[in-house]
């Protein structure tokens, strides 16, 4: 059988996270190819209903990646993106579905490295959580 | 505004255990105002028991609409056309917009996503604090501007009780003691008189306790 | 009262409604004009909301007369601490039996701007005052330590309410909650208190609670008017209206009425253990139609 590869949706701060998964390439850094990346102008912009949404369609796991906590260059949305994050967890964890599919990340523009950590951080874990039980049936790449 | 605070979700899940299709309704009023019932919370309730359910291999179907206001019955005739084919309505408002739809449409099956709290306001983003009691009766010009029918614990006309300490109410430190808060205030304003004088009983027959409210008003009738 | 019921005899109680004044000396007067003609008497709680000496220390004075009282607790006036603290007191003092009722909104009594409480419902009195005595526990569920108070649990049920089926199931769901006996409303249709009690009898709830059914004689044409018009869950006929006007003597054929009445009942009406003669402000008139209705001597309990 073939092994399971997730596919993991990251919601990434242009200033930040957006640029360190940029560096991570420029530095020819190996990290693992499960990682969507969806590019926000602040983390704070996400939205509850994003992160179910994208789960609901068939991701195996979503993350958040906002700035170091007092960095951000909104000044708080980081915060906010971790407490909406938390919030999504618990009504994951009321629904049944392993809150561990999702996680929330800080990391500063400089930190390529630290990206390229997360992202197979978050692979091995979701890889350990087995297919997202809403993962669609038919097969295919996304 | 009226406040009010979602029930968990797994009660919402067991009220429409039964149910294929759901419409979930929410509010532009009050409840948008104070993040409970407005069309991103009904869209997350209903992701979240739709994901739910789908989890538990008994799909639902959800349906999701949101209401400019459930408490006008021209509002509420608008969505005639959602609840059609539906097992029940999940509605997010305070506890007018259930009754209403019942009303409005006699055979479907109404459920109430929240537990309607009270009239009060936001103290900051995402708190609400209680800030009137609906006595039919304001006192507010007595006091200072501060209630003490719902601000007080035990509704007390002349106030503060022997159990207001360091400006907190006996029932916890948490709560501050409105007549304590009167006093101060009323201190400030060089109005002390207000609170000498002797407050009669209250005429409660003008709240809950003299039986369902009305309010007419013919200037503004139609038709 | 409660010995003559479980024994299967036609019982008779009356009701004497406490005065709105300090002095007990009429309420006395009315449970010695009783005694011996009644097996109880329903003592009134604030009837209609209007403030009356209390249910209980006017119980006191009944007994002290040698009527046994049944204590009226309404659900109006008290919250849950309240109830249960004068449940307490009312046992302590002699009373045996309590009737558990929601209480007239206080819009009719002369309080009309009170606040009401309502914390707890009949439904819930009846089922929360059998477990204090059945399994010796406050309404909290905490334990009674010491003596628990062990009433006799009644209710009431009024036939005339609307929807009529469901008042069936309304009365089952007291028995179910623990009443062991019933007064009904004051009956003068007596052709709907019939199908009332058919419907008793097929669900068995006549041998699960005794019914009492309740009547009251009428002074006047005038006074059966009123009860038809203005009181909210009372249905008369207008053949029992046209009758006292006809008569010479509406007093006389008020208590005829009644009396007649109540052989219909304890005759015809299978499933009813008794009747509750509720002579308001006219408990004089009670000995006479207790007599004449061939209810005189009561059984010794």
């Known amino acids: 059988m073939e092994e399971f590869e997730p596919k993991i949706v990251a919601f990434c701060c242009h200033f930040c996270a957006y640029s360190a998964a940029d560096l991570a390439g420029s530095m020819r850094l190996q990290y693992a190819p499960n990682i969507r990346i969806v590019e926000m102008p602040c983390s704070g912009t996400i939205d509850h209903r994003v992160l179910l949404k994208a789960l609901e369609d068939g991701a195996d796991g979503v993350f958040v990646a906002g700035c170091m906590e007092g960095d951000c260059h909104f000044l708080k949305g980081n915060y906010r993106a971790k407490r909406r994050v938390s919030h999504v967890k618990d009504l994951l964890r009321a629904i049944g579905l392993e809150p561990e599919r999702l996680e929330m990340y800080n990391l500063s523009a400089a930190m390529g490295p630290r990206f390229a950590e997360i992202a197979n951080e978050m692979t091995a874990r979701v890889k350990g959580l087995g297919p997202s039980p809403f993962r669609k049936q038919t097969g295919g790449d996304a | 505004m009226i406040v009010a605070e979602q029930k968990p979700l797994a009660e919402i899940a067991g009220m429409i255990g039964d149910c294929r299709k759901v419409l979930f309704a929410g509010c532009a009023g009050c409840v948008t105002v104070c993040l409970s019932g407005g069309e991103k919370e009904t869209e997350v309730m209903a992701t979240a028991l739709r994901m739910k359910r789908q989890l538990e291999g008994n799909p639902l179907e959800t349906v999701t609409y949101t209401a400019t206001r459930q408490c006008d019955p021209e509002y509420v005739d608008a969505m005639a056309d959602v609840v059609k084919g539906v097992d029940a309505v999940v509605s997010l408002a305070c506890g007018v917009g259930p009754q209403y739809l019942a009303a409005r449409y006699p055979d479907l099956w109404v459920i109430p996503a929240q537990n309607t709290t009270f009239a009060g306001g936001s103290k900051e983003h995402g708190v609400w604090e209680e800030f009137c009691g609906l006595c039919g009766q304001c006192v507010l010009h007595l006091t200072g501007g501060i209630c003490p029918v719902i601000r007080c614990s035990k509704s007390i006309l002349n106030g503060p009780c022997g159990g207001s300490q360091y400006g907190k109410c006996e029932i916890g430190k948490d709560v501050e003691c409105a007549w304590h808060l009167i006093y101060e205030r009323l201190k400030r304003l060089d109005r002390l008189d207000l609170m000498r004088q002797y407050r009669e009983p209250k005429d409660w027959s003008k709240a809950r306790d003299g039986g369902p409210r009305k309010v007419t008003r013919e200037d503004v009738m139609i038709g | 009262m409660e010995q003559i019921l479980e024994n299967g005899r036609f019982a008779v109680t009356a009701e004497i409604g406490p005065p709105k004044h300090a002095d007990a000396e009429k309420v006395v007067h009315h449970a010695q004009l009783l005694k011996g003609y009644v097996d109880a008497t329903n003592i009134t709680d604030c009837q209609t909301a209007v403030v009356r000496m209390s249910s209980i220390g006017t119980g006191v004075h009944v007994l002290g007369a040698g009527v046994e009282p049944i204590v009226q607790m309404t659900c109006r006036d008290r919250n849950r601490i309240a109830i249960q603290s004068d449940l307490l007191a009312a046992w302590s003092l002699g009373m045996r039996n309590v009737l558990c009722l929601s209480g007239d909104h206080q819009k009719f009594g002369n309080h009309p701007t009170a606040r009401n409480v309502y914390d707890v419902d009949s439904m819930q009195l009846i089922h929360l005052v059998r477990r204090m005595r059945d399994e010796k526990l406050f309404f909290c569920g905490e334990e009674i330590k010491g003596a628990e108070p062990r009433f006799f649990v009644g209710a009431v049920?009024?036939?005339?309410?609307?929807?009529?089926?469901?008042?069936v199931d309304r009365l089952e769901k007291k028995i179910d909650a623990g009443a062991e006996f019933i007064q009904t409303q004051c009956i003068?249709?007596?052709?709907?208190?019939?199908?009332?009690?058919?419907?008793?009898?097929?669900?068995?709830?006549?041998?699960?609670?005794?019914?009492l059914a309740g009547v009251t004689p009428l002074k006047s044409w005038k006074a059966a008017k009123y009860l038809q018009t203005s009181v909210s869950g009372m249905i008369v006929p207008d053949s029992i209206v046209e009758r006292l006007k006809g008569a010479e003597d509406g007093k006389a054929e008020g208590v005829n009425i009644c009396i007649e009445q109540i052989k219909h009942i304890k005759e015809k009406i299978p499933g009813v253990h008794g009747v509750h003669i509720m002579a308001i402000a006219w408990e004089e008139v009670v000995p006479d139609i207790v007599q004449r209705a061939g209810l005189y001597p009561r059984p010794q309990a």
């Open chain 3, 157 to 167: 049920a009024n036939p005339f309410a609307d929807p009529f089926e469901w008042r």
């Open chain 3, 188 to 211: 003068y249709d007596m052709e709907r208190f019939e199908r009332f009690m058919e419907m008793v009898r097929e669900r068995g709830l006549d041998k699960r609670a005794h019914i």
